[in-house]
């Protein structure tokens, strides 16, 4: 505890002295926060598409007028890009689980596998997204 720089110390409630807890300002910056950061926000956003799911599931409980119009609105554009964004969000998830699954097996856990692992979950969900759409496009199921 000695070895402590005095600005890095706080009093616990009890009185006793402890070193300050590192913060994200402290550390150097990693692949591996960044896949940690991203996974948090991908819930929250996920989140939103279950809501979108719900609505979608209420215009087709109010009957075929209410289904047409979300529809409709799913197809647009702007339907179209949260559609994309949902489906990014949906591959960032599938792979950060995946790396969560294979670092629970104990695996995945050296500096440079866990970068890897990272890099993937980072870097893979938007070109993943992008190839899902082509095969979309191509398949003619969705149109613009």
Excluded: C, E
Excluded at 43 to 65: D, E, K, M, Q, Y
Excluded at 71 to 87: M, P
């Amino acid at each position: 505890m000695s070895n402590a720089p005095p600005d890095r110390i706080v009093i616990q409630p009890n009185g006793r002295p402890r070193p300050l807890s590192p913060h994200l300002q402290t550390w150097r910056w990693h692949i591996t926060m960044t896949a940690s950061i991203l996974f948090r926000f991908t819930i929250g956003a996920i989140s939103v598409g279950a809501l979108i799911g719900v609505a979608w599931l209420a215009a087709v409980a109010f009957g075929p007028a209410a289904y047409a119009s979300a529809l409709g609105l799913a197809g647009s554009w702007f339907g179209l890009i949260v559609g994309f964004g949902l489906t990014v969000v949906l591959f960032s998830l599938l792979l950060n689980g995946g790396r969560h699954l294979i670092n629970d097996t104990g695996r995945g856990l050296t500096i440079k596998s866990a970068d890897l692992l990272s890099n993937i979950a980072v870097y893979g969900p938007v070109p993943l997204a992008v190839l899902f759409f082509i095969a979309l496009f191509a398949s003619g199921r969705i149109s613009l």
